[in-house]
Structure formats: structure tokens, C-alpha cells
């Protein structure tokens, strides 16, 4: 079936260092990838998306890659200040699914040390 | 969140009691989504909707029932409550095609005791 998983389920870093989450993916028929944000009582929040014919995207201080070879799917955070503590969730959207329906990862908590 | 909004925030219930959930929009969104969030399973689908009364099961849907009957609001009911339902419940919406991402609610913490 399908599965989204984490790598790692926390993660310290230094501020100003580079972040990087890793997500690994069984399910090779889906359309799109999504990172999210949650931050301590609060939904998750939309970070960017990557579709499936693409290799990597460009955000705001952050970057997807997409290898569909090993089903891998990483977000890098340039910089990391303090606001991106918090904990990342990847999603898939598969292929034909009603509705776009997502499937999420466990989430990987990220700590950034002063 | 901006055009979403969940009540109530917080409840404590017994088992075998009712509950309702709400989730109200203001997007005027076709899709609507609800997950509960528990620790070591991320967020599962209970149950979704795809315009008024259209509604379909996720992977977690045994004990609950949701309702449309207007396009901004979507119910979620334990019909009657039990320990395994403590969790915190988002609400989610989208617009569909024209952006694949979900804007999420700030969820509310049920615990049923």
C-alpha cells in the first residue's frame, strides 16, 4: 500500500545553518509532493509543492528535490532561523485520486539552536 | 487560519457521548477534508467531501460520520464516543485543481475520558 515516511524524526541545527528533511515514498504513481509546516499548536501550513515531472522547485529560503529513482524527496532550508522550528510533514497526492486526496508522512521535528 | 475556522477549540467528553465537530469556511472551497493527528501517525483521513452532500470514507472512518449540507460547513460526529477517538482533529480545505495544497484549521483537542 501506499507509505510516506521520514528518514529521521528530530532534527537539531545551528541557526544560520542549512536544514535539510529527507522523505522517502512508496507509492510511484503520484501527481504531486508537498511540504508542510506545523508549528506547536497550530494546523500544518502549505510550504511548497513539487509535481511529479519535475526535479526540483525554488521557494522563499527553501528548495525541493524530487528523485524518483529511489523515491526520495528532501527539503532544504537555507539559513534556518528560530521561526522554522517546528515539525515538516511531506504529503503525496496519487495519481488519479478523488478529490486530491493527500497522504502524509509521520513528520520530523526540527530544533534550530541559537 | 484565514477562511477556515473549527469549533470548539477544546472538549472533554465521556465515552459513549456524541460529539460534533465543526469546520466553517469562507473560500467558498469544493473540497473538505477531515484527519485526525495522533503521535507516531502523522495525519490520517477520516472522512472527506467533494461538494454539498457529496461526502466519501478515508482510512480511518470506522466510528465516524460527517455531514454537508452547505457548502461552508462540514461536520464531523462520534456517534458514540470512545478512548481510541482522543486526538486532535483538523479540518482541511482546498480548492482542488487549481492549487493542490491544503489550507488547514487550528484543530481541536478532544478528549474523551
Known amino acids: 500500500g501506499e507509505s510516506v515516511g521520514l528518514h529521521l524524526p528530530t532534527l537539531s541545527v545551528q541557526e544560520g545553518d542549512n536544514s535539510i528533511i529527507n522523505c522517502a515514498y512508496s507509492?510511484?504513481?503520484?501527481?504531486?509532493f508537498i511540504w508542510y509546516k506545523q508549528e506547536s499548536g497550530k494546523g500544518p501550513q502549505f510550504i511548497i509543492d513539487?509535481?511529479?515531472?519535475?526535479d526540483k522547485r525554488q521557494g522563499q529560503r527553501v528548495t525541493v528535490l524530487l528523485n524518483k529513482t529511489v523515491k526520495h524527496l528532501s527539503l532544504q532550508i537555507a539559513a534556518t532561523q528560530p521561526g522554522d522550528s517546528a515539525v515538516y510533514f511531506c504529503?503525496?497526492?496519487?495519481?488519479?485520486?478523488?478529490?486530491?486526496?493527500?497522504?502524509f508522512g509521520d513528520g520530523t521535528t526540527l530544533t534550530v539552536k541559537p | 487560519d484565514a477562511g477556515i475556522t473549527q469549533s470548539p477549540r477544546h472538549k472533554v467528553t465521556e465515552t459513549g457521548t456524541p460529539v460534533t465537530l465543526r469546520c466553517h469556511q469562507t473560500?467558498?472551497?469544493?473540497?473538505m477534508y477531515w484527519y485526525r493527528q495522533d503521535p507516531g501517525h502523522g495525519l490520517r483521513l477520516i472522512h472527506y467531501?467533494?461538494?454539498?452532500?457529496?461526502?466519501d470514507k478515508g482510512e480511518v472512518s470506522d466510528g465516524y460520520s460527517v455531514s454537508r449540507s452547505k457548502t461552508e460547513d462540514f461536520l464531523l460526529t462520534l456517534e458514540s464516543a470512545t478512548s481510541s477517538q482522543t486526538s486532535v482533529y483538523f479540518c482541511?480545505?482546498?480548492?482542488?485543481?487549481?492549487?493542490?495544497?491544503?489550507?488547514f484549521g487550528s484543530g481541536t483537542r478532544l478528549t474523551v475520558v
Open positions: 482541511a480545505i482546498s480548492e482542488g485543481s487549481s492549487r493542490i495544497g491544503y489550507t
Open positions: 507509492n510511484s504513481a503520484s501527481d504531486y
Open positions: 513539487i509535481r511529479s515531472n519535475m
Open positions: 504529503a503525496e497526492i496519487p495519481h488519479n485520486t478523488n478529490a486530491g486526496k493527500s497522504t
Open positions: 473560500e467558498n472551497h469544493r473540497y
Open positions: 467531501s467533494y461538494g454539498v452532500k457529496d461526502t
